[in-house]
């Protein structure tokens, strides 16, 4: 059972980035994104729920990013706008049940994945 996070990298203030996360052993439960900058503790980022796709955005990257999933490859994306400096984080996805991902408990933690947003 684990979550493996890909699509980090580094990219300049305004662009675009991609990120996937492929689920292998698990399925049926909601998925999120979560982000810890250097010296700042994690935060949430965004949550889909897999059944209905209702989805929850972190205020400062709402209108921005996008949570999407898809079921066929057990893959959850994020789709990243307009980035800016302070979007600069590793990047984690993580599983579990849709309130408690916005509540920071998942059931599973994927590893990290690199954004670094220069100015």
């Known amino acids: 059972v684990q979550l493996q996070a890909s699509g980090g990298g580094l990219v300049q203030a305004g662009g675009s980035l991609r990120l996937s996360c492929a689920a292998s052993?698990?399925?049926?439960?909601?998925m999120s994104w979560f982000r810890q900058a250097p010296g700042k503790e994690r935060e949430f980022v965004a949550v889909?729920?897999?059944?209905?796709?209702?989805?929850v955005y972190a205020d400062s990257v709402k209108g921005r990013f996008t949570i999407s999933g898809d079921n066929t490859k057990n893959t959850v994306y994020l789709q990243m706008n307009s980035l800016k400096p302070e979007d600069t984080a590793v990047y984690y996805c993580?599983?579990?049940?849709?309130?408690?991902?916005?509540?920071?408990?998942?059931?599973?933690w994927g590893q990290g994945t690199l954004v670094t947003v220069s100015s």
């Open positions: 993580a599983a579990g049940f849709y309130q408690d991902l916005q509540r920071g408990s998942p059931i599973l």
């Open positions: 052993g698990l399925s049926g439960y909601a």
């Open positions: 889909i729920d897999r059944r209905d796709d209702r989805t």
